[in-house]
């Protein structure tokens, strides 16, 4: 069964760091696309980064590239999402997601429970 | 970006309604259209990939179609379970963005 576990909340000040961090299991983790999606609070789905685990390939959102740092340990199945300066504006919920093969289109087919961000002085 | 515009944002029905969700890109992206539900305090579930193909274990009263620029959802006919938020997303190209969400309320 293929299962996407996520670090849980975390509660932080502006301007500090954090690492997030998402475990994959039941599957092949270096050989499909893993993705970070975020919401924040009250609103719709935004698609942050993504990375392959198998070369540490890597695409990111424009308006968010510089802000965040993606990364992948495949050895552990481990994905991760990393700020080094937070913002009260990185408050939210961010979800991690394989994207499926081409048999579903790379749309994401599993995702993790959720990591709640909440970043405030 | 690709933009993705879904209407309406918000529609109340009742129990045993069908209901239609649009989604419009703004550049052609194929069928490379995916939708998910989301229900509250939940991550979303992918409902229907490839703008057509029902995802596994979905049922059968979810269908999508389209192709290009202009999508639809349609729920043949609502439960109690399908009252959520849907979004639309493209796997075109990076960034895979998102439609900003259908709110389905019961009436």
């Known amino acids: 069964e293929v299962q996407l576990v996520q670090s849980g909340a975390e509660v932080k000040k502006p301007g500090e760091s954090l690492k997030i961090s998402c475990k994959g299991s039941?599957?092949?983790?270096?050989?499909?696309?893993i993705g970070w999606v975020r919401q924040l609070p009250g609103k719709g789905l935004e698609w942050v980064a993504i990375?392959?685990?198998?070369?540490?390939?890597?695409r990111y959102s424009p308006s968010l590239q510089g802000q965040v740092t993606i990364s992948a340990d495949k050895s552990i199945s481990t994905a991760h999402l990393q700020w080094s300066s937070l913002k009260a504006s990185d408050t939210a919920m961010y979800y991690c997601?394989?994207?499926?093969?081409?048999?579903?289109?790379?749309?994401?087919?599993?995702w993790g429970q959720g990591t709640l961000v909440t970043v405030s002085s | 970006d690709i933009q993705m515009t879904q209407s309406p944002s918000s529609l109340s029905a009742s129990e045993g309604d069908r209901v239609t969700i649009t989604c419009r890109a703004s550049q052609s992206i194929s069928n490379k259209l995916n939708w998910y539900q989301q229900k509250p305090g939940k991550a979303p579930k992918l409902l229907i990939y490839a703008a057509s193909s029902l995802q596994s274990g979905v049922p059968s009263r979810f269908s999508g179609s389209g192709s290009r620029t202009d999508f639809t959802l349609t729920i043949g006919s609502l439960q109690p379970e399908d009252f959520a938020t849907y979004y639309c997303?493209?796997?075109?190209?990076?960034?895979?963005?998102f439609g900003q969400g259908t709110k389905l309320e019961i009436k």
């Open positions: 990375i392959y685990p198998g070369d540490s390939d890597t």
């Open positions: 997601a394989r994207q499926g093969d081409s048999a579903v289109y790379y749309a994401f087919d599993y």
């Open positions: 039941g599957y092949n983790f270096a050989k499909y696309w």
């Open positions: 997303q493209q796997s075109y190209n990076t960034p895979q963005t």
